[in-house]
């Protein structure tokens, strides 16, 4: 049984264009919103729920807090952002699929 499950998500504050002083923050603070009624679901299902909000390379972010947190398990999109360049598997999820330490889970 996993206890220790980390499900990474992402915000960006390159993709696309250059950001305006501030601006990650203002990003940062919606996707909070957006996300928080998922995080309410889970809470009212009994899971007990943990944020953190990490900035850095995302696959070196990702194998670091698996490391440091005890992870079991992470379970992380297939796709991000970078095209056709990975049809199957994007460039993050391959890279931490390949060094991480503990049981991947792409979804």
């Known amino acids: 049984m996993y206890r220790t499950i980390l499900v990474p998500t992402d915000v960006d504050e390159s993709y696309g264009m250059t950001p305006a002083p501030g601006s990650f923050e203002l990003a940062l603070e919606a996707w909070e919103e957006r996300g928080q009624s998922a995080l309410d679901a889970v ?11 990490l900035r850095g390379s ?17 379970v992380m999109g297939r796709r991000g952002a970078g095209g056709v360049a990975r049809l199957h598997i994007g460039s993050v999820t391959d890279r ?3 060094l991480s330490e503990v049981p991947v889970l792409p979804v």
Do not use: K, M
Request: hydrophobic share 45%.
């Open 58 to 74: 995302p696959y070196e972010s990702i194998l670091s807090f698996a490391a440091d947190h005890d992870v079991d398990l992470t």
């Open 96 to 98: 931490v699929i390949r």
């Open 43 to 53: 809470v009212a299902a009994g899971v007990t729920v943990e944020t953190h909000c």
